[in-house]
């Protein structure tokens, strides 16, 4: 996300007139300007979607850690 960020903020200041190259594997894409910044902020926007993601499956995932654990201390508690 960050690399998408900055690529994109240094496209901006630059001339419409150059040759914009895109890499692709082992070969470049002559590209634009405006192609060129859309693509990046879309993987910007991805990555920032795969992170909201992540995070909420988190939070979820500690839900249930906390969870087992209480089970297991009232486990452990009646076992006494």
Do not use: W
Not at 63 to 77: D, F, M, P, T, Y
Request: glycine residues 4%; hydrophobic residues 35%; proline residues 0%.
């Amino acid at each position: 996300m960050r690399i998408s960020e900055s690529t994109m903020k240094n496209l901006v200041g630059l001339d419409e007139g150059l040759n914009y190259y895109r890499s692709v594997g082992r070969m470049f894409l002559l590209t634009d300007k405006a192609a060129e910044i859309s693509r990046h902020e879309a993987e910007a926007k991805q990555s920032r979607d795969k992170i909201e993601a992540i995070e909420k499956q988190k939070e979820y995932l500690e839900k249930g850690l906390v969870e087992a654990e209480s089970n297991l201390r009232e486990l452990i508690q009646s076992r006494r």
